[in-house]
């Protein structure tokens, strides 16, 4: 920039007041331009607090008048609300502090205010902290655990800590999540200790009033491992005896808690097959023991082993035997796609196979495979790929979101959890635009049909607009503000998911990562000793021959876990959607796309259109430069640098690793590759 212009941008910040941000307010910036009068009789911690975020956050008339009303109303569910101009109705206290954000974020957003019955889809909206005890967390990119802490006085609970998580609380509260299990699901057992217990009642405390309420991931061996039995076999009465006390513990000091979350029988955690039982014994004796309390277990079916033919058939087959004999109060979490969170997957087949059990999506919030918090991926569009998904249970129309939130089966357990993207940082969140997948979960956990569009449209008048230049009411964002900087910044966010797909895995690629940092391209990757499917060439099945995965009956026959028509249009080359093709087919690198190109053109155009993808939205990111403040603009820009490099090695190590099979040259109008593959692979370029 010349330093005349730097000179003009730094007055209009001084005159416009785009004074540094940190992005600690996350969505909840804007503060109140008028007085209200809340009439509300009731009184109780959470009603407090609605009272208190009117207050300090009314952006309506000023000196208006609003009521808040607990009144029962059949056709509010849970904790739903009627919204209407001046009143706030709702079954429950946490209806009305949930009625209470939606008015903000209206007059926030200039959305109309009418009356409106607005229910939940799912009754429990959960985040999934993989926070280890020991403040580090697993595939978290955002700086250390909010809840845990490492040293010697890492269980007293101070003044800051309850802080932070009153500030969550209250950001989970305004987005409708109302449940965290606070520790990793590879869980260490000393979090059924009654030392840790008390940390885990002082958290829960301050979550309370803001209805979030608290899970524990427990470990299937913690009767022998803290409880010193000799056993954690479900079916031993000590066993079953020890859980029942340590439940009844837990419910004496934290009378609202969740339940549990398991990993069992999963990549090395311990479960109930070491000792000859089934999920179903393991996950129904746990739900006997929380039964009397409302507790609930939320039993994961994220399984696979080193021999199977096909990973992504594993969870179908292991846990479809016991369709129908889990417990009412347990629920099986499937992660959204069958292998494991990739930039994109079909959905896994265990949606709309199950009639009698319930189920629930595991969505990934944090970036473990989509550029950790490095990259800007706004995931709506890939949740809402999944949840719109067909997947033709009860015919055409049973979407996954369907099969899961009680419309299709009414009598059971709804419920829905992300994967928290949550740290330490002072932003949260590592990138600040990572901050829009944690308000998407949330909003798309409350209404599974909202659009990727809308979230985005919400999240950034609520992250990046100036609220101290505008007084009025209702608020007028500029046609200047909405074409120079919502528009443009909108449109990076809607494209985001697929232009990482397209530097990273096109065409139905997955899991070609190095190594296990699930971060740069590693489509080599298989040293001696790793288990097979563990290493990307595995997935890719990549020879002179073709590449790609079949799944076809032919092969693996994975198809056959999908109800037709699913089965047969994946199955048949010529109906396969695209976006699935190497997921489901091996082809030889001179078949015929859509597009008229061979596979193998198509792939080299895929790649280098993702990288010049992300030099557009650097591009795009300087020209808003006017609109936002200098921090997050320069935080953001550093970030988009780095994308784009890390562009450059995954479409140059997907496209020399795979030439050497395919043995035709890169489209000669496409950019040539700039780095060499042997440094790539030295160097393991993108290792964190
Ligand atoms: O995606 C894999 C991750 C593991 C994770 C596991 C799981 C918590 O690489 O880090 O462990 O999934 O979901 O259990």
Known sequence: ????????????????????????????????????????????????????????????????????????????????????????????????????????????????????IINPSYERRLLNHWDNLTETI????????????????????????????????????????????????????????SEYLMRVKAIAEVLRPYGVKTYLSVNFSSPAIIGGLSTSDPLNAKVIK????????????????????????????????????????GANMLADALKPFG???????????????????????????????????????????????????????????????????????????????IHLVFLAPLWQEFLQSDTYQKGAGSTVARCTDGTLFPKRLTAIAGVSNIGLDVNWCGHHFAQA?????????????????????????????????????????????????????????????????????????????????????GPWWAPAGVRRDWTPPYYHQADTNGIGFDRTDKGSDAVSQYHEPLRSQFNDLKTCPEEYLLWFHHLPWNYTVKSGRTLWDEMCYRYDSGLQAVREFQKTWDRVELYVDPDRFTHVQSKLRRQCRNAQVWKDACLLYFQQFSRKPIPYEIDRPVYDLKDLIEMDMLSQ
């Open 138 to 193: 697993e595939r978290g990119y955002a700086g250390g655990s909010i809840f845990w802490r490492n040293g010697k006085d890492s269980l007293v609970v101070t003044e800051e800590d309850k802080t932070l998580w009153r500030e969550y609380a209250r950001a989970n509260a305004s987005i409708g999540i109302n449940g965290t299990v606070i520790n990793n699901v590879n869980a260490s057992p000393l979090v059924l200790k």
């Open 1 to 116: 920039m010349c330093k005349r212009n730097f000179i003009a941008i730094s007055l209009l910040f001084l005159f416009i007041n785009l004074s540094a941000e940190d992005g600690h307010s996350l969505w909840l910036r804007s503060k109140s331009t008028g007085s209200v009068n809340v009439v509300c009789s009731e009184n109780s911690p959470t009603i407090n607090i609605a009272k208190q975020e009117l207050k300090q956050a009314w952006r309506g008339k000023t000196g208006a008048t609003i009521a808040l009303t607990i009144k029962s109303d059949k056709l509010i569910k849970d904790d739903g609300f009627k919204l209407s101009f001046n009143t706030i109705q709702a079954n429950t206290d946490l209806g009305i502090l949930y009625g209470v954000y939606e008015l903000l974020r209206r007059q926030q957003t200039g959305e109309p205010i009418r009356d409106e």
């Open 295 to 373: 507790g609930i277990v939320m039993w994961r079916a994220f399984v696979y082993s080193a021999t199977s033919d096909d990973r992504a058939k594993q969870a179908y087959e292991e846990f479809m035997p016991f369709e129908g004999q889990f417990r009412d109060n347990v629920i099986i979490q499937i992660k959204n796609g069958p292998v494991d969170f990739q930039p994109r997957e079909p959905f896994s087949p265990l949606f709309g196979a199950m009639e009698k059990t319930a189920v629930m999506p595991e969505l990934q919030i944090t970036q473990e495979y989509l550029g950790h918090a």
């Open 242 to 281: 020890w859980w029942r006390d340590k439940v009844n513990e837990i419910y004496k000091i934290i009378p609202d808690f969740g339940g549990f979350l398991v990993k069992a029988n999963s990549e090395g955690q311990p479960g109930p097959q070491d000792f000859g039982r089934t999920h179903a014994d």
């Open 437 to 521: 997948n944690w308000y998407a979960f949330g909003r798309l956990a409350w209404n599974n049909n909202l659009s990727s569009e809308t979230i985005a449209d919400e999240w950034l008048k609520l992250t990046f607009y100036n609220y101290n230049s505008d007084q009025s009411e209702p608020i007028a964002f500029s046609d200047d503000w909405e074409e120079n900087f919502l528009n443009p910044v909108k449109q990076i966010m809607l494209e985001s998911r697929e232009v990482a797909v397209n530097y990273m895995m096109p065409l139905g690629l997955h899991h070609i990562f190095a190594a296990d940092h699930h971060y740069g391209p």
